[in-house]
């Protein structure tokens, strides 16, 4: 049984093999190149925008390394049946192909993104930090926690010394209730 879909023959692969078929860009540009017409043969190459080249070049690669990997499991298939493979392959995981190259590239934006961010985050982190040990930070630092708390208790006394607040019953209704 010959399977068109390379995910199926994974328990076959050791890690090489599966870091190899998962990762675009392990072909050489100009094998992708000469076998672009052989998968994609109703596509203009130069009327495409960059991302879908990109895609589709990287679905190229998927094909050029599934015909591959079965040729590798099968290899008493014929010419004629590899070319039969070929054809259904390219009928039949055209689109499931770029859809997996998509959200593979999706997945390695949003992973460097997460990197430059956890970067980001431990520089300002290192940053404060940095700040903070500084003997000029902890000179500064002293005053300005001294203003603060003498700044609050000044308010609160002078709050309290006011008696601004409302007594909760008036004068005449205390006298009624002796």
Request: overall charge positive; charged content about 30%; aromatic content about 14%.
């Amino acid at each position: 049984m010959v399977y068109i879909n390379p995910f199926l023959y994974w328990r076959r692969f050791d890690n090489n093999t599966d870091r190899w078929l998962r990762e675009p860009g392990q072909l050489g540009e100009e094998q992708i190149n000469l076998n672009r017409a052989r998968f994609y043969p109703e596509v203009d190459w130069t009327f495409l925008k960059d991302e879908e080249r990109i895609i589709k070049d990287a679905a190229v690669e998927m094909f050029l390394k599934t015909l591959e990997l079965i040729g590798t499991f099968h290899p008493d298939l014929t010419a004629g049946q590899l070319l039969e493979v070929e054809r259904k392959m390219a009928v039949t995981k055209k689109r499931s192909f770029e859809r997996w190259v998509e959200k593979s590239f999706r997945k390695k934006i949003n992973e460097a993104s997460r990197e430059r961010n956890r970067f980001a985050r431990e520089r300002f982190i290192r940053g404060w930090r940095e700040w903070l040990t500084l003997e000029t930070t902890h000179q500064a630092f002293l005053p300005f926690a001294a203003i603060i708390v003498m700044s609050i208790f000044a308010g609160w006394s002078i709050g309290i010394s006011n008696n601004s607040c409302t007594p909760y019953f008036s004068t005449s209704e205390t006298s009624i209730l002796k």
